[in-house]
């Protein structure tokens, strides 16, 4: 007893040649079938190439496009050859051209010895499919489709849809349940015999031949009529990517190929001629007991299917800029932003990078440079501090960074003195974490040696900046994590809403805080508010300050609670 | 996009065909032998003009990717590199005395030798310091490459040019003939580039790197494009807009995904800051041959006034495609 191989080939007619060789002196017999579309000199020089083999035979020829009856056409031809001219044949294993097998003939022998009723199809009903490309499942039964998809995609695709909008369907002949499946088994004489020799085979033959794809449903739905034991699996490793068309497999796969265990595999690229010479080679029969093991090829090429569709977070590069919205995560990985926070604290960077372990920036949007952490001018990536490069698009400067940087948590001040551009983006960013305290940019005002009409109207366009900014913080489409305090609430109660920033962040050691930044001293800081009230300008951003000369009194009854937005 | 613009690029594309092949005539044969292509073989096409020094290893590293032939304009070498190409048996070569510029720089020349020679092959369209990395490209020729761009319905392939640079001084090692640039110029800028859409071609416009970095901190809308689309299965209406940073019909600038997703990409290193450099730059600066009046050639001279040292700390050393894969330069897509 032994296997008898049909391959349907229609390029690489050289490498058929060798793997129908290769199978055949292993007393395999073969039936090859040429697509009628192939030339005729190829298929000359197949037929010399296989003339000396008396177990290899070519069945009658077809076209088989794809997608169309062709291919079912040409396996039955094959099918019939086969059980005829090769008696001793007792499984039947559908291959194509471009298969290639992994282990010896010997061990695929044995594997089956030990089943001899078993037909290896994949069958399932269309309820339980997934993987079908291009949204055709049920419907691959009921409608009619008589157009070619290749050629004349327009018609088919309109045919389709007019046929859906009249609610046309087909009848399903009685007798059978549609399944679907991978077109390559390995079914036993008896089943294979049973399928061809139907009384009612003209009928379903008529049926099938205008379901759409019939090579992966014909024989996966007339072998649950007659099968006496199914086992849902193909032998053949054949893995499919988003658009439906095969992985192909090269040299470098050699490993992964042997370490898969399976018996045959496809698609090979024809010049894979490492993979050709050594498993055509390799005879020696030792693990005969081993079922195949897909697993890890099967991860290799969900992660490629992934990469195709998904991508990787916050990357933007020459083969993937995602419209705005479509970019799974503007940003590769969580930052913080502060806003005010420098203001208040003196050396609150290098508190705040002794708190949280990450690297902490200065104003990253500074007008004359980009302040990276340690005063570097240039950064992860060779990133530049030129303010010029950094405006000319704000947003790559920042999604370059972070991307830069992965791995590493990145935290930098922000404040209406900055390039503003980069706002709105922030917002939108579910990474970003924002912290304002809002009205801080006085702090420095009210420190400074200017004078004081200067500082008014420097504090009237910081305000109307922050203003701004706030504004889109508080935009309904915010992404971010925003929490905004105004300074007088925070300055009453400093310790808990750094609290709640730093254990946010996920520091290194997720203990309190010991250490508080220190502030700045704000002694008359009230009366400076006072002062620019009094000049005609309205500071409202700080909050409410009391107007005397003392220190605000952070033991005040009043707790200045932060609130979250979002 | 409305049927006016689209009516309006297709006549920009039939103006660039008649202009190349009315520039043909710019062009005579050295040795031609395009009668050696055949059928399925991936050509190369390249213009050049005093390059003698690298074309030993340029036509070796192509040769071991698996480039069946080349076609190569010489735009008035008198370095001895038409007589090198003229020898060699895969190479066909034209030249060209007429000026660079008024070909567009080369694209003419090249768009013309492309529609007669390049029809329905994979076309590699590179100058002879560009060197081409692609997904796998130490295991699997460029054959592997175009075949599963043919299966994929794929017509063109981006490769970002990625501009190398020495540590050091820019000539303090001197490149040696049949040398791999790379030994020399091995570092890069891994992350400062920055995109945007072009909206008439659709292309991305890809700026920054070493060369914004260190020639145009003051005005980056000034420093050269990166983006590059050099593999391209030819058909005779194609046509090359601007070098190779954009093609007419503009379906073929699609080599990004716009939905999260990453098309399959490679990189073209750019080894432009050999010692061959200091001397080429100042020569180009006098010739006035180059792209916006050699505006990049000026802001070079300038620039390599001072220390032309574009090496930092920051900057990535290269060791090979998968480095570039997992630094967001180039990806494998759904190759795999």
Sequence with gaps: MTVGFIMLCHTALDRAAQVARHWATRDCPVVIHVDSRVGRHAYERLQRAIADLPNVDVSPRFSCEWGTWGLVAATQAAAELMLKRFPEVRHVYLASGSCLPLRPVEELRAYLDERPTTDFIESVTTEDVTWTVGGFDAERFTLRFPFSWKKHRRLFDGYVKWQRRIGFKRRIPDGITPHLGSQWWCLTRQTLSAILEDPKREVYDRYFRRVWIPDESYFQTMVRRYSRNVESRSLTLSKFDFQGKPHIFYDDHLQLLRRSDCFVARKIWPHADRLYKVFLASDSAGTAQTEPNPGKIDRLFAKAVERRTRGRAGLYMQSRFPNENWENGRTAQPYSVFEGFSEIFENFETWLAKAVGGRVHGHLYAPERAQFAGDETVYNGALSDSAALRDYNPKAFLTNLIWNTRGERQCFQFGPGDTQDIGRFLALDPNAQISVISGAWAVPLFRSNLNFSDIRKIAAKLQRIEGQHLHILRSPQLKARVRIWTMAEFVENPMEPLQTIIDEIGARGMRRLSEAPRMVDLTGFGRFLQNLKNQGMQPVLMGDFPAGDGPPNSNAARRGKPYLVK | ?336
């Design chain 2, 1 to 336: 996009m409305g049927i006016w613009r689209s009516y309006r690029l297709r006549l920009a594309r039939k103006r660039w065909r008649i202009r190349a092949f009315r520039k043909r005539r710019e062009l005579s044969a050295v040795t031609n032998r395009t009668n050696l292509i055949r059928r399925t073989d991936i050509l190369l096409f390249s213009t050049l003009r005093n390059e003698r020094i690298r074309l030993p290893y340029f036509l070796r590293y192509y040769r071991d990717q698996g480039i069946n032939h080349f076609l190569i304009v010489d735009n008035g070498s008198d370095d001895g590199s038409r007589e090198y190409l003229a020898e060699q048996p895969d190479v066909s070569l034209w030249t060209a005395e007429a000026g660079y510029k008024r070909a567009r720089f080369g694209v003419d020349w090249l768009n013309w030798l492309q529609m007669r020679y390049g029809h329905r092959h994979w076309t590699l369209v590179v100058d002879p310091d560009e060197f081409f990395v692609y997904p796998f490209c130490d295991t699997r020729s460029i054959r592997a490459l175009t075949d599963w761009l043919d299966a994929s319905s794929i017509r063109s392939f981006g490769a970002m040019l990625l501009d190398m640079y020495p540590k050091g001084e820019i000539d303090a090692q001197p490149y040696r003939e049949g040398q791999d640039p790379m030994e020399i110029a091995c570092w890069f800028d891994s992350g400062n580039y920055t995109i945007k859409r072009n909206a008439t071609f659709g292309n991305l416009w890809i700026q920054g790197g070493p060369r914004a970095r260190m020639f145009f901190p003051d005005r980056p809308e000034r420093a050269p494009a990166l983006n590059k689309i050099p593999l391209v299965k030819w058909h005779r209406d194609y046509t090359y807009v601007s070098s190779t940073h954009m093609l007419l019909p503009r379906g073929l600038n699609l080599v990004y995904d716009e939905w999260g997703g990453e098309k399959a990409s490679g990189c073209l290193l750019h080894a432009k800051f050999l010692h061959t450099f200091v001397e080429k730059s100042a020569e180009e600066l006098t010739r006035r041959q180059h792209y916006a009046n050699s505006h990049e050639y000026r802001a070079y001279d300038a620039g390599l006034k001072d220390n032309p040292d574009l090496w930092c700390k920051w900057s990535e050393k290269y060791i090979n495609w998968r480095q570039l894969e997992i630094l967001g330069l180039m990806s494998k897509g759904n190759w795999a």
